[in-house]
């Protein structure tokens, strides 16, 4: 039988949870989350899994979405399990995953397995990149052998109910998500690449006079800003001497692969 893993990615950090896991599967497919992703759900899938990066104690607007409106199947047979990347915030992965669980059984589904994954901190807006890019991508990878082995083997596991105070901290920050992009400017560095287009998941930026403008659907996955090669958009004032965090593994023409533009 067939496996599928659904992903949302940034900076990389997820994509590469992802296609670690597929490896160990057999016949696996990959398939982003983006805008352009189709909600139907074929049934005859062994397990399907869901990676993506933790956003204030749940997933990304466009993942959350996507659960809520996918078609689904009957579940029968098939096993769901779902991974969360995370920089830090240990509680608030764990309550990522929480929420999963409970989209999911909005739309009478179990979730067997879901677990978090300790990866690079690149929330760039919010503070400096570290160092220890390379310890953080050791660790991750041992963590993710461990996760895969899980996977294969379709352990269950009981996930905890997604606390009230978690899911109104979530609400509240997703509500500002969208017009996050309203405080991102270009420098005249841009060489007008088009990258920032490309990576851009809910497909928020054109690039009119040469410069990228953004439409207010942002997904504030902060890909444009991490893959930007002249450091040219930024955020406030608070981005301008930070450096920038791309997966040693992935670099931007394999994220746009699986976007298929």
């Not at 596991?157 to 998500?177: D, V």
Request: glycine residues 6%; aromatic residues 10%; hydrophobic residues 35%.
């Amino acid at each position: 039988m067939k496996n599928r893993i659904y992903f949302f990615t940034g900076t990389g950090n997820s994509l590469n949870a992802a296609q670690n896991i597929a490896k160990a599967l057999p016949n696996c497919e990959l398939v982003a989350i983006c805008k352009d992703t189709s909600l139907e759900i074929p049934a005859s899938y062994e397990r399907i899994g869901f990676v993506f990066p933790t956003y204030a104690g749940g997933p990304p607007k466009m993942v959350a979405n996507f659960i809520l409106n996918m078609n689904l199947p009957n579940q029968n047979s098939t096993y769901l399990f779902a991974v969360t990347t995370y920089g830090g915030n240990a509680i608030n992965a764990g309550s990522a995953i929480s929420k999963i669980r409970e989209d999911l059984k909005q739309r009478n589904w179990q979730l067997h397995y879901g677990t978090k994954l300790l990866s690079y901190p690149n929330a760039v807006t919010l503070y400096p990149m570290i160092k220890g890019v390379g310890l953080f991508t050791r660790i991750a990878e041992r963590s993710t052998r461990r996760i895969v082995k899980k996977i294969v083997n379709k352990q269950q596991i009981s996930i905890p109910f997604l606390k009230e105070s978690a899911k109104k901290r979530y609400e509240n920050y997703m509500a500002q998500i969208s017009n996050s992009d309203s405080s991102y400017h270009v420098n005249d560095d841009c060489v007008s690449c088009g990258i920032c287009k490309k990576v851009c998941p809910a497909k928020n930026i054109t690039i009119d006079d040469g410069k990228p403008v953004f439409h207010h659907q942002c997904e504030s996955c902060m890909a444009c800003i991490q893959h930007c090669p002249k450091r040219a958009i930024n955020y406030q004032d608070k981005t301008q001497k930070r450096g920038r965090y791309t997966h040693p593994d992935v670099n931007y023409q394999t994220i746009i692969q699986y976007y298929g533009r």
